[in-house]
């Protein structure tokens, strides 16, 4: 009995590890994906205050 609780509470640790690892992914993922957007979209920007400016004087 012994034996099998050790196995149980082997298996519930890696679990939990695994799980928490994913969530740490996940999260490093949001941020980064985050992160390159927001640069795409300043890129963007950039250009559309250009389009702006040319279309302003019509």
Known sequence: MTHFND???WLRWLL???LLL???ILMIAALLS???FRSVNQERLKDYELQRS?????
Do not use: K, N, S
């Open 7 to 9: 196995g149980g509470r």
């Open 16 to 18: 939990l590890d695994h």
């Open 22 to 24: 994913i969530v740490v």
């Open 34 to 36: 985050t992160l390159y």
């Open 54 to 58: 040319v279309a302003a004087p019509l």
